[in-house]
């Protein structure tokens, strides 16, 4: 595989050093690299979860609106 070509930056030194303490990582350059993979992979994450959420938040108003139903059904039964 052929490694893409590489820029340099210029970067807060704290922001490397806590690069480099959250990865563990002892080369600037990889710590950064980490990092920048690292939200990319949670952010996607964060979607996903935030896409499951919404449809769990879905189902719930759905079985909300069965049981309603339902109680309804058994009111309408003990009323006969």
Same mark, same amino acid.
């Given at each position: 595989?052929?490694? @893409?070509? %590489?820029?340099?930056? #210029?970067?807060? #030194?704290?922001?490397?050093?806590?690069?480099?303490?959250?990865?563990? @990582?002892?080369?600037?350059? =990889?710590?950064?690299?980490?990092? *920048?993979?690292?939200?990319?992979?949670?952010?996607?994450?964060?979607?996903?979860?935030?896409?499951? *959420?919404?449809? *769990?938040? =879905?189902?719930? @108003?759905?079985?909300?609106? %069965?049981?309603? %139903?339902?109680?309804?059904?058994? %009111?309408?039964?003990?009323?006969?």
């Amino acid at each position: 595989m052929r490694s @893409a070509p %590489r820029v340099t930056l #210029q970067l807060q #030194q704290d922001l490397v050093r806590d690069a480099r303490l959250f990865t563990g @990582a002892t080369d600037d350059a =990889d710590a950064v690299e980490r990092v *920048i993979l690292d939200y990319m992979r949670l952010s996607g994450d964060l979607r996903k979860a935030r896409n499951r *959420i919404r449809h *769990i938040e =879905d189902e719930g @108003a759905l079985l909300d609106e %069965r049981l309603e %139903r339902l109680q309804e059904a058994c %009111r309408a039964i003990l009323d006969l």
